[in-house]
């Protein structure tokens, strides 16, 4: 069966109250299941502008026009206006996800704080950002968790361990090419990783020729042939459900054409030999299109 997992990251304020919506009706419409993962804590975006320091970031933030897509607000989230409670302010709209059938699952407690630091801190600090993000999960939820996509694909070794230890029964946290087993510096985790295995779109957008014009038709080549495990593809709450809405749902029509189920990471690990996946080490490497050094699989 030739499957596309839809992972869907919701990073700020406004991509849960504006974004999150407008994809669930586009979602429903299509018929197609997704998993949502949510940012529970602050939105404390407004702090990425501390990242201009950084390699790269100058040159992303004008390929992809960040305040069009983040609003101007968001961009001051946390540094001039204060940083709104996602888990508290937007509550129903996070129940309602789950109300309508779409699966949920942990992208963080705060964004900005996982993404920029996860990879130095120790296990002290990963336990309690995870547990920040957790409790605020079964308060909303009334469930515990059992699925977690890192904030900008950064983990650390503790992290990975947690996925375990805390019983998730999956987590999608690299990018790679095919479900693994992940190892680090040769020690097992046995909890089933699912790695991003295409491009997103604002890694694509205004390179190589590619616009809002052709970005639909380049990603579709590249799912033209299904790997045996088909594909997970991360959209962006504040994107795709946002100014790139219509080449997403250029996406979905192309990939059903191809013959793709669209399903829920969870339906997507369903159909996959979860007794017998292989093992990969996982290691931090830049990926074109973004900023930093990501958790990648390593063949
Ligand atoms: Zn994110």
Redesign the pocket.
Known sequence: MKQIALKI???TYRGTREGVPRLMETLQRHQAGATFFF?LGRDNMGRAIFRVFRKGYLQKVSRMSVVEHYGIKTLLYGTLLPAPNIGKRCRDILRSVKEAGFEVGI??HD?IRW?DHVVHKDEAWTKRELERAIAVYRDVFGEEPHAHAA??WQMNRHAFRLMQRLGFRYSSDSRGYAPFIPTWDGEIIACPQLPTTLPTLDELINRDGLTLDNLAEYMLNLTQDAPPTGHVFTL?AELEGGKWMPVFEQLLDGWKKQGYQLVAMQDYLAHLPTTCLPHHPVELREVDGRIGKLTVQRP
């Open positions: 990251d919701v990073d940012t992208h963080c964004h993404q904030a900008g962006h």
